[in-house]
C-alpha cells in the first residue's frame, strides 16, 4: 500500500519562539537538545491550548521525550536519504512557498521555526518510507478485523452518569432520591464532589463499550454490566475513599462495520504500531545521554 506524506499548514508550525539562554538537556547520538528547544514548545503548546494545558516539570519532560523521539526518526530518515526523495523535495519546495507567500520568512525565528518544519517533514516522510517497504497484509488486516469483531459481536456499549461523593451518607441519600424517581442530573447535581456534574449534571459524553470497560475498570464494569437503560446502582460503589453511584443514562448494542468499512482505519492502526515499534528500536540502539 503506497502511502504518502500530507503538508502541514506551516504557518502552524512556525508558531514558535525562542530563549536567549540555553542549556544542553541531553544528547541523542551526539546531536544536542537545547532547554531553549524545549522552552520553545512549551510555550508554544501553551499557546495553542491557550493555557489549558499548564506549564511544569511533567509537561517538561513530555516535550523532552517528544524531542528525543524527532531526533531518532530525523537521524535515521537522513540515513535512509530519504531527505533526497523527490517527494520530500517537492514537500518542501511547497512549504517554503506557502511560508514566503505569507511573509513567514521575513520573521526574526525564520531560521529555527523552518529548521523545526523540517524535522516534521522528514518525521512524516519516514512514517510513509516505513508502511513502504513493509506494508499491511490483506490477511493481516482482515485477522485483525476478526479479534475486533470477536471481541465486540453482540456486546453493548453505554452512556454513564456519575455521582461521585467522599460521603457515604450522600451515597445513600443518592440513592434513595433516585429510587424516588428523581431526575438523576438534579440528584447529581446536589450530591457529587465534581465540578463536571454542575454542568453535565453527571453524564459521561462518552459511550464505553462493555468489553473496553472490563479490561479498564472491572469495579465499574460489575456494578453496572447487568444494568438497563434507566437503571442505577442500588447500592453505592466504593473506589478507595469516594463512593460512586452509577446510573446507566443509554444502551445500545455494538454494530460492527464490515471488513471493507473499517479497512482504512485497521491498517492506519496497524501502521501506527508498526511505527511505534521501530522508533523503540531506534531509540534501542541508539547513545542517549541526559545532561549532567
Known amino acids: 500500500m503506497k502511502k504518502t506524506f500530507k503538508l502541514t499548514t506551516v504557518a502552524v508550525l512556525f508558531a514558535l519562539s525562542g530563549s536567549l539562554f540555553a542549556a544542553t538537556v541531553v544528547t541523542v547520538n551526539g546531536v544536542k537538545i537545547d532547554s531553549s528547544d524545549v522552552e520553545r514548545r512549551a510555550e508554544n503548546v501553551q499557546k495553542n491550548t491557550q493555557g489549558q494545558i499548564s506549564d511544569g516539570p511533567q509537561l517538561r519532560q513530555f516535550i523532552t521525550n517528544e524531542l528525543i523521539t524527532e531526533q531518532l526518526v530525523v537521524q535515521e530518515a537522513k540515513r535512509l536519504k530519504l531527505d533526497k526523495s523527490s517527494d520530500y523535495q517537492a514537500a518542501e519546495a511547497e512549504a517554503l512557498k506557502q511560508a514566503k507567500a505569507q511573509g513567514l520568512d521575513k520573521q526574526a525565528d525564520f531560521k529555527q521555526n523552518w529548521a523545526d518544519y523540517q524535522n516534521r517533514l522528514l518525521m512524516l516522510a519516514y512514517a510513509a518510507n516505513l508502511a513502504k517497504q513493509q506494508p499491511i497484509s490483506e490477511a493481516a488486516a482482515q485477522q485483525q478485523y476478526n479479534q475486533i469483531k470477536s471481541r465486540y459481536a453482540g456486546s453493548s456499549e453505554i452512556q454513564l452518569g456519575e455521582i461521585v461523593t467522599n460521603k457515604p451518607a450522600d451515597a445513600e441519600a443518592a440513592i434513595n432520591d433516585l429510587t424516588k424517581k428523581k431526575k438523576f442530573s438534579d440528584v447529581a447535581k446536589k450530591y457529587s464532589m465534581s465540578k463536571s456534574s454542575q454542568t453535565s449534571g453527571g453524564i459521561v459524553p462518552e459511550y464505553v463499550a462493555l468489553p473496553d470497560l472490563k479490561d479498564g475498570n472491572n469495579l465499574v464494569y460489575q456494578a453496572v454490566n447487568g444494568l438497563s437503560k434507566g437503571q442505577f446502582t442500588k447500592t453505592p460503589v466504593k473506589d478507595g475513599n469516594v463512593s460512586l453511584v452509577l446510573y446507566v443514562n443509554d444502551k445500545r448494542a455494538i454494530n460492527v462495520p464490515t471488513f471493507n468499512e473499517m479497512k ?24 542517549i545521554v541526559p545532561a549532567k
Request: aromatic residues 0%; charged residues 30%; proline residues 0%.
Open 264 to 287: 482504512a482505519s485497521i491498517v492506519q492502526q496497524m501502521e501506527d504500531e508498526q511505527l511505534s515499534l521501530a522508533i523503540d528500536n531506534l531509540g534501542k540502539k541508539a547513545k
